[in-house]
């Protein structure tokens, strides 16, 4: 079996060392816990067996040649057990944890398939762990080539830097900085790491209560390199307090609970390594000790990917456990960019988050927001048109279903992240980018073609593409409600056409490519809800940008998407909560803490999904604040009455004013005859005509489901080289 060479050596020489570093404090947008469904060391039942288990990640996706694996003994049966690693014995690595467990740190597994022997008594068991190289990948296909290091600009380091690129996977050593909070407020190295500043802080944590303690506000910054991307966790830890930590010995400023931060962004989001994310030393986060961690590839504008960030998210929450031990739970938070990872990690990837807070949010890429920027694509193109019909403002506005007539061009500039030319990262080779006359088998710098690991690739080597347009009446709502005339209707649908891969206007609408879409739904690239998500508490901090006369991509109605698909999937959206718009006034950890911590205490004999919904507090409920700060509760509703929605209107999208589903998760739909009940005008014969015409084929059909619509093949699927639950791989068509 092959070693591997891709373990994380370089945190053995970091660990003791304590390299200088300060941090500027920035707000930052917002894996197996150890929650009783994902806990993998259950005590097995009355037997001559032992459970024997990884606890850092599962044992079928375990990175860097090494896992906290813990044992737990049957009742009368005394440790400690002896442990063997591919016949090695591993055993002194294992210390007694209590009540029959015992954890130790394995290292030095081999890349493939482990086996893990443990017995004590009379009673044995066996465990196959899978590993891979701790530059990835695992389970999101092959690595993108090309690829940008970005370790010398890397910002996160208070001036210092990190060596490398010590491989072309963009490998750094990992290193270890403290610094401290002055009294005087703000950051400084902590320069002398044998005596405590004098103008250090303190800190209260769980103030009033049994195991209120103060510490010094003294942060461990660790730095590496984690599946290409670099990586940060931050907590507090006073080594002259607490010595040495690890997964047996947590530091005294660390509350046993773990945020990960995710970003947003998307347009060119590929091609690099990335070299910033917000700050992990967050006040709000270090007040209450909570740790963090995350890395560059969950920051949408470096990886619009969600697959690849998944996979890193398992990957750096695994380091994270094997150095520090298994957090209480774990939040995911972020906004945009960062609430698509935080749902589609949550529903693909179960047990990497236990709780989400969420703002400004969409349920995906794929469907939501480039359905929006394509169809809005569409419209600009046709209004803007030489010799076109002329349309009043109020009319754009009916057709896109916008509450703003400049969202209809913004929305059309975001749908450059499908273009193949325009977004690619500053310092990426002008001689490596696709051009379609000059370079035709260039880097193409597309959404679709950053995932092209799940949408395969057609005969020119480009992505296929899960969008579609045929048999869409643009404007049908508008044309129903009298706010266009017949002849608009007709001469939209008539004109506005469609979108080539390289983002070109052709006169024939958009065929979708099957393949993809159905890899779309059956891997979760569309948001199903009925995955992990069912069992994740989601606190959403619903912001408003539906009144930006210039346009905003952050509108409100894809709250009531993702609520109608946790509905669709689930029976019911009571996991989640809608808090805004308006300022809101309290702390959303808090309120998630309470949440996470009353579900650690539900019924053990029911599922996650319903002690989530027991667990939430019974104060919390939808509200929105109004300008003067007055808490409204009511509801949360996409139209209809109410203060809220008084306050803050929603507008919805192009393809819901054509008729599609709120859940907005039809790319290509089932086709229907045209039938003139369907309009709320008559059209004359000649008009009618006209119609059949435009759809030769007939219009959507939105009260069935879209064509290759399907539910998730399940959860931790992979597309290479994994071969566990494997949707596809690429490299093989």
């Given at each position: 079996m092959p070693k591997n060479h891709g373990r994380r050596g370089a945190y053995g020489q970091a660990r003791n060392v304590l390299l200088a570093g300060v941090v500027a404090v920035l707000a930052a947008g917002c894996g197996g816990s150890d929650d009783d469904d994902d806990d993998q060391t259950t005590p097995p039942p009355a037997g001559r067996s032992l459970s024997l288990n990884t606890v850092s990640s599962p044992p079928e996706?375990?990175?860097?040649?090494?896992?906290?694996?813990?044992?737990?003994?049957?009742?009368?049966?005394?440790?400690?057990?002896?442990?063997?690693?591919n016949g090695n014995n591993v055993s002194r690595a294992f210390t007694d944890q209590g009540q029959g467990r015992w954890q130790g740190l394995v290292e030095t597994m081999d890349l493939g398939d482990n086996t893990l022997q443990a017995r004590a008594g009379d009673a044995s068991g066996t465990l196959t762990v899978t590993t891979y190289a701790i530059t990835g990948p695992m389970f999101s296909g092959p690595h993108q080539r090309p690829f940008s290091c970005t370790l010398t600009t890397f910002g996160r380091l208070g001036g210092g830097t990190l060596d490398g690129p010590l491989d072309a996977d963009c490998s750094a050593s990992t290193r270890i900085d403290y610094f401290y909070r002055k009294t005087t407020g703000g950051n400084a190295r902590w320069n002398n790491p044998t005596q405590?500043?004098?103008?250090?802080?303190?800190?209260?944590?769980?103030?009033?209560?049994?195991?209120?303690?103060?510490?010094?506000?003294?942060?461990?910054?660790?730095?590496?390199?984690?599946?290409?991307?670099?990586?940060?966790?931050?907590?507090?830890?006073?080594?002259?307090?607490?010595?040495?930590?690890?997964?047996?010995?947590?530091?005294?400023?660390?509350?046993?609970?773990?945020?990960?931060?995710?970003?947003?962004?998307?347009?060119?989001?590929?091609?690099?390594?990335?070299?910033?994310?917000?700050?992990?030393?967050?006040?709000?986060?270090?007040?209450?000790?909570?740790?963090?961690?995350?890395?560059?590839?969950?920051?949408?504008?470096?990886?619009?990917?969600?697959?690849?960030?998944?996979?890193?998210?398992?990957?750096?929450?695994?380091?994270?456990?094997?150095?520090?031990?298994?957090?209480?739970?774990?939040?995911?938070?972020?906004?945009?960019?960062?609430?698509?990872?935080?749902?589609?990690?949550?529903?693909?990837?179960?047990?990497?988050?236990?709780?989400?807070?969420?703002?400004s949010v969409f349920p995906d890429v794929t469907s939501a927001t480039l359905f929006k920027v394509f169809d809005s694509r569409l419209l600009n193109n046709y209004f803007n048109r030489a010799g076109g019909l002329a349309y009043s403002d109020d009319k754009k506005k009916a057709i896109s279903g916008y509450l703003q007539v400049g969202n209809i061009a913004a929305m059309s500039g975001s749908a450059g992240r499908l273009d193949p030319v325009v977004s690619f990262p500053s310092n990426f080779p002008v001689e490596l980018k696709y051009d379609p006359v000059n370079n035709p088998t260039g880097s193409r710098a597309t959404v679709y073609d950053h995932t092209v690991n799940v949408y395969g690739k057609d005969e020119r080597g480009f992505a296929l593409r899960p969008i579609d347009n045929v048999g869409v009446q643009y404007g049908l709502q508008a044309f129903n409600s009298g706010a266009i005339t017949a002849d608009e209707?007709?001469?939209?649908?008539?004109?506005?056409?469609?979108?080539?891969?390289?983002?070109?206007?052709?006169?024939?609408?958009?065929?979708?490519?099957?393949?993809?879409?159905?890899?779309?739904?059956?891997?979760?690239?569309?948001?199903?809800?009925?995955?992990?998500?069912?069992?994740?508490?989601?606190?959403?901090?619903?912001?408003?940008?539906?009144?930006?006369?210039?346009?905003?991509?952050?509108?409100?109605?894809?709250?009531?998407?993702?609520?109608?698909?946790?509905?669709?999937?689930?029976?019911?959206?009571?996991?989640?909560?809608?808090?805004?718009?308006?300022?809101?006034?309290?702390?959303?950890?808090?309120?998630?803490?309470?949440?996470?911590?009353?579900?650690?205490?539900?019924?053990?004999?029911?599922?996650?999904?319903?002690?989530?919904?027991?667990?939430?507090?019974?104060?919390?409920?939808?509200?929105?604040?109004?300008?003067?700060?007055?808490?409204?509760e009511e509801p949360s509703a996409p139209a209809g009455g109410g203060q809220c929605n008084t306050l803050y209107p929603a507008g919805t999208t192009p393809r819901m004013v054509a008729g599609g589903p709120l859940a907005d998760d039809i790319v290509k739909c089932q086709l229907k005859p045209i039938d003139p009940a369907d309009y709320a005008a008559a059209l004359s014969g000649a008009q009618l005509t006209r119609l059949q015409g435009i759809f030769p084929e007939g219009v959507c059909d939105w009260s069935k489901p879209g064509v290759e619509q399907q539910g998730l093949q399940g959860t931790w699927l992979s597309f290479g080289p994994s071969a566990r639950q494997q949707v596809f791989d690429v490299s093989k068509p």
């Open positions: 996706y375990v990175s860097g040649g090494d896992a906290l694996v813990q044992v737990q003994l049957p009742e009368g049966v005394s440790g400690p057990p002896t442990v063997t690693l405590h500043p004098a103008d250090m802080s303190y800190l209260t944590i769980d103030a009033g209560k049994p195991t209120e303690r103060r510490v010094a506000y003294l942060v461990r910054l660790e730095t590496g390199t984690i599946n290409r991307g670099i990586y940060q966790s931050a907590m507090l830890h006073d080594p002259l307090a607490d010595g040495p930590i690890g997964p047996d010995k947590r530091s005294a400023g660390w509350n046993g609970k773990l945020i990960y931060p995710l970003g947003g962004g998307c347009q060119g989001g590929w091609y690099t390594q990335g070299d910033t994310f917000g700050s992990l030393i967050d006040d709000q986060w270090m007040q209450r000790g909570y740790a963090a961690v995350t890395s560059t590839l969950n920051i949408f504008g470096s990886n619009c990917n969600d697959l690849l960030s998944s996979e890193t998210v398992a990957m750096t929450k695994e380091r994270f456990i094997e150095a520090y031990g298994v957090p209480t739970y774990t939040i995911g938070t972020g906004g945009s960019g960062g609430a698509y990872q935080s749902f589609q990690t949550s529903d693909n990837y179960p047990g990497l988050f236990d709780g989400i807070i969420v703002n209707f007709l001469d939209l649908n008539e004109n506005i056409g469609g979108l080539d891969a390289d983002l070109k206007p052709t006169a024939r609408r958009t065929t979708g490519d099957l393949p993809a879409i159905r890899r779309a739904y059956q891997s979760g690239r569309i948001t199903n809800g009925g995955g992990g998500l069912a069992g994740t508490a989601i606190l959403e901090r619903r912001d408003y940008f539906d009144n930006a006369v210039g346009g905003d991509i952050h509108n409100k109605i894809h709250s009531y998407s993702v609520r109608e698909r946790l509905k669709k999937a689930n029976g019911s959206f009571d996991n989640h909560v809608m808090l805004g718009p308006g300022t809101v006034p309290v702390n959303l950890f808090d309120i998630m803490d309470t949440w996470l911590m009353a579900a650690r205490d539900g019924d053990p004999a029911s599922t996650k999904a319903q002690r989530i919904i027991d667990a939430k507090p019974a104060d919390l409920v939808d509200a929105c604040w109004d300008a003067g700060g007055a808490k409204i």
